[in-house]
């Protein structure tokens, strides 16, 4: 049969046979697969009444941010945004009573956002299904494609540099 990514290949090699355009094969797959993702996640979000970015920033909280939270430094470097658009992001989950941002006690300079107890709820309640969600997306593969494909993704992953989350 084929997908998407098949004809456009196909496409290429008549018209310009002397291409290779093999590399196509992998990196438009992840670009097209990168775009039918964050579309489903954006439906799955707004089922909820939350976008995407809002589900990250109180995961990033939740998962790393203990009870003193995080920097928005730090959380500006794990959302891989601009300073400016964390700040905001920082400030609409602060006027839906979600965060609160709250001295830096090593540093007064510095304040540190922290998840509130609804935050904290939220991402609590929302965690499993959004998992079981991503689990859908992915009942076409069994558990060893499933590892295979995680192990070479992480393999591109390092080799292109996206080893830490700063």
């Known amino acids: 049969m084929g997908d998407a990514v ?6 290429w090699s008549r018209e310009r046979p002397d291409v290779d355009v093999s590399p196509m094969q992998v990196i438009a797959r992840i ?4 775009r039918v993702v964050e579309h ?7 089922g909820h009444g939350m976008e995407f970015w809002e589900f990250d920033v109180l995961a990033t909280l939740r998962r ?11 959380l500006n470097r794990a959302a891989m945004v601009t300073s400016g658009a964390i700040t905001n992001r920082i400030d609409r989950l602060a ?10 006690p090593e540093d007064r300079r ?12 939220l991402i609590d309640d ?14 076409t593969l069994d558990a060893p494609a499933r590892d295979r494909l995680a192990d070479l993704l992480r393999n ?5 540099g996206d080893t830490s989350l700063d």
């Open 126 to 139: 929302l965690l499993p299904l959004h998992m079981a969600n991503e689990q859908r997306m992915l009942t």
């Open 6 to 11: 098949d004809l456009i290949a196909e496409h």
């Open 156 to 160: 591109l992953s390092e080799a292109l």
């Open 64 to 74: 790393s941010g203990g009870e003193t939270g995080l920097t928005a430094g730090a």
């Open 31 to 34: 670009t097209r697969l990168s």
């Open 40 to 46: 489903d996640l954006k439906k799955f979000f707004a």
């Open 95 to 104: 006027a839906k009573g979600l965060v609160q941002r709250a001295p830096d």
């Open 110 to 121: 510095s304040v540190r956002v922290q998840l509130t107890p609804a935050g904290r709820t």
